[in-house]
């Protein structure tokens, strides 16, 4: 919620909280979904616990870096744009 307390205006910011809170908690059930969804087949295939557990442990990992370039590539650096553009434009010294 830092991230979105520092990038949106007062009068929105309790909106942008709960909106990004409500969307971290259903990302928290959707992956316990998920997780289950894939780990149990592996018990089917006759994996071990152990090396089924560290192998559904990836599909978090993948999704979470996915994210992170998505972020780098999509958003802004500031509320106001990027930081090159501010500086090129002569709105930022």
């Known amino acids: 919620q830092y991230w979105t307390s520092r990038m949106f205006t007062k009068d929105v910011v309790g909106t942008a909280n709960a909106l990004v809170g409500g969307w971290g908690n ?3 059930g959707v992956t316990q979904l998920v997780m289950g969804s894939v780990l149990f ?3 089917k ?3 071990s616990a152990e090396m089924a557990w560290r192998t559904v442990s990836v ?3 993948i999704v979470a870096f996915s994210t992170g370039v ?3 590539f999509i958003s802004d650096d500031a ?3 990027n930081y090159t553009d501010l500086k090129k ?3 930022m010294p």
Request: net charge positive; charged share 5%; hydrophobic share 45%.
């Open 59 to 61: 599909v978090p990992a």
């Open 79 to 81: 509320p106001k744009g």
């Open 26 to 28: 259903l990302g928290g």
């Open 70 to 72: 998505a972020v780098w």
């Open 41 to 43: 087949p592996l018990f």
């Open 89 to 91: 434009h002569g709105n």
């Open 45 to 47: 295939t006759g994996m």
